[in-house]
């Protein structure tokens, strides 16, 4: 079965730290680049950080920048979401997704609760 497992989500204090772990399971991540968005209750979901397949080009949403690291290991088919100074703001489901543009194939996790609060 091909799918994206996301975990590392939880309840943490504001100025906390998380790190989300997306796998992929059953293809290879080498060539897809990813990508995490989150959706909080009453919004559309948002862009939050991506990077490409060898990692050599990251990409984070203003409201994120500075504070969040996206990071990959192809060798474990693994990709980090690392969250530092977490905000009340930063509540949201967080979804991996991973995009292959030559062969049009995507697929996304099934998403990871994170909340920040007091």
């Known amino acids: 079965q091909l799918q994206l497992v996301e975990s590392g989500g939880g309840l943490v204090q504001p100025g906390g730290s998380l790190r989300l772990s997306c796998e992929a399971s059953g293809f290879t991540m080498d060539y897809y680049a990813i990508g995490w968005f989150r959706q909080a209750p009453g919004k559309e979901r948002e862009g939050v950080s991506c990077i490409t397949t060898r990692g050599s080009t990251t990409n984070y949403a203003d409201s994120v920048w500075g504070r969040f690291t996206i990071s990959r290991d192809n060798a474990k088919n693994t990709v980090w979401l690392q969250m530092n100074s977490l905000k009340p703001e930063d509540t949201a489901v967080y979804y991996c997704?991973?995009?292959?543009?030559?062969?049009?194939?995507?697929?996304w996790g099934q998403g990871t609760q994170v909340t920040v609060s007091s």
């Open positions: 997704y991973a995009g292959h543009s030559g062969l049009g194939l995507d697929y």
